[in-house]
């Protein structure tokens, strides 16, 4: 009732598309049977959660923040949610997003723009000369609902999406703790593809523990998903005594990019140095192929977004348009009337990069090079690195009325330059809140690990907590 009262509370948020007050009631109801009955309760039991709103979920419209999906409404859960519910966490909503989940701003849905929770904290707030309804700032994104929805505490965790950084890219912003897990450790079942060979489920805490916990509930095999992976045997908690002097940390020195804020510099130098204070070794290493990784996540991207996008044709799912003239002006004013112009430029740019005249220069060019940037960090791993250490994203969150302009949202593209390296490569990596900039926003850092490592890499960070 009280995470209910908060979605209330907090609408001008706008984090949430759907509110799922009346089964969130029958479900806690549930939890609260299984309390008085004296049996044991599990971790989840009872823990009110958000999902972002382009994971299925049973009899509940599920959007994707798009005209083309709106009264879509699944007859099944995506697999992470299921686990969840089978824990008895109790689903109170779903979370605003880009639509399809393109975008690092939260900015793009057909619901309007989600905002951000600190920019109404009392010290943005002093600083600000401006009345809060127009000086407010952007959550991140693409799940910037579900990282709103935590850090607003309307809910005690939430699932988002990332493909290029969509998880952790709002987790920094916003101040909470997301962890974006190796590529097919996590089930996609359900959740609708954006780049099906990057795409994972992520998670949004408060806590690195938290984190942890529902990691290990959702981690595994699902035969509804055969990019899945067996789970690594894991621990029923993070180990409260660890040794941070068995741990090798790399500055990766491609990643001071240009853009890179003070403020960010200077957060991401004094960790380095907490690290070496306490014994660990730091060390500076290389990962040449940075450089190439927005180009080539953009070509890639567009090229399974060309192709994923081609189920909606106003048959299947959401949307038809009136028009009925004949089959193709019913196809062509459907996905007229359904995409936004992210979605249009993405599916145009992807179909254009596979005419046959152009696949080997763009899409088999782009397969190389993010092979050569998986290989960048198996390389620095092999050489006895535990797990890197670097800025999550370039500076903190910006105004809403900056970030609409057209030439930032160009320079948008380059916010990502952290994080798709990681989904390139399919190895994990969690953004931890590390401090509030001289503007009262939060700051958080990134660790990346090692394929299937995880549980070492949540170990670290919940030292670095
Ligand atoms: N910003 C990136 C994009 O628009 C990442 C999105 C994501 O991770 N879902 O493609």
């Not at 097919?184 to 938290?210: F, K």
């Not at 916990?213 to 981690?219: F, G, K, N, S, Y």
């Not at 595994?220 to 409260?240: H, I, K």
Request: contains cysteine; hydrophobic residues 35%; aromatic residues 8%.
């Amino acid at each position: 009732k009280k995470c209910i009262n908060q979605i209330q509370r907090t609408r001008y948020l706008n984090a949430y598309i759907t509110i799922t007050e009346e089964t969130a009631m029958e479900q806690a109801q549930r939890a609260d049977i299984r309390l008085s009955t004296g049996k044991p309760l599990g971790p989840l039991d009872g823990i009110p959660f958000s999902v972002k709103d382009n994971f299925c979920t049973d009899n509940i419209e599920t959007t994707c923040a798009s005209n083309m999906l709106k009264g879509y409404v699944p007859p099944f859960n995506a697999t992470v949610v299921q686990k969840l519910l089978d824990q008895g966490a109790v689903l109170v909503g779903k979370t605003n997003l880009d639509e399809f989940a393109m975008g690092s701003g939260s900015a793009d849905g057909v619901f309007g723009p989600v905002r951000n929770p600190w920019s109404y904290a009392t010290q943005y707030r002093e600083q600000s000369k401006e009345d809060p309804d127009s000086d407010w700032t952007i959550t991140g994104g693409s799940s910037g609902g579900s990282a709103a929805a935590v850090a607003s505490l309307s809910s005690f965790l939430a699932l988002g999406s990332d493909t290029g950084g969509s998880t952790r890219n709002p987790g920094s912003l916003c101040g909470v703790v997301a962890l974006k897990p190796s590529y097919g450790l996590l089930s996609r079942h359900g959740l609708i593809p954006l780049v099906n060979s990057m795409d994972v489920p992520g998670i949004m805490t408060r806590s690195v523990h938290d984190a942890a916990t529902v990691l290990r509930i959702l981690q595994g095999r699902d035969e509804r998903d055969s990019t899945t992976v067996q789970a690594p045997n894991t621990p029923p908690s993070l180990p409260e005594h660890f040794d941070i002097r068995d741990i090798c940390v790399g500055i990766p020195k491609e990643y001071h990019a240009p853009g890179l804020s003070k403020d960010t510099l200077a957060q991401w130098s004094r960790v380095a140095a907490m690290f070496e204070q306490a014994g660990a070794r730091v060390q500076e290493v290389s990962l040449p192929h940075t450089q190439h990784s927005i180009v080539c996540y953009h070509v890639l991207c567009c090229c399974e977004v060309a192709s994923n996008m081609a189920r909606f044709d106003g048959l299947e799912y959401g949307h038809r348009s009136a028009v009925d003239s004949s089959t193709d002006a019913m196809y062509a004013t459907t996905r007229h009337e359904g995409f936004n112009n992210v979605v249009r430029r993405r599916i145009l740019s992807g179909n254009y990069f596979l005419l046959k005249s152009n696949y080997e220069r763009y899409f088999v060019k782009a397969q190389q090079i993010r092979r050569l940037i998986t290989e960048d960090f198996k390389t620095v791993f092999r050489s006895g690195i535990d797990v890197l250490l670097t800025p999550t994203t370039l500076s903190d969150a910006a105004r809403y009325s900056d970030f609409i302009q057209e030439d930032n949202r160009t320079r948008s593209a380059q916010e990502d330059v952290f994080t798709q390296p990681v989904n390139m490569a399919g190895v994990p990596a969690v953004t931890v809140p590390t401090a509030l900039s001289p503007r009262g926003l939060p700051i958080g850092l990134q660790l990346i690990g090692q394929t299937l490592q995880d549980w070492k890499l949540l170990t670290v960070a919940h030292w670095m907590e």
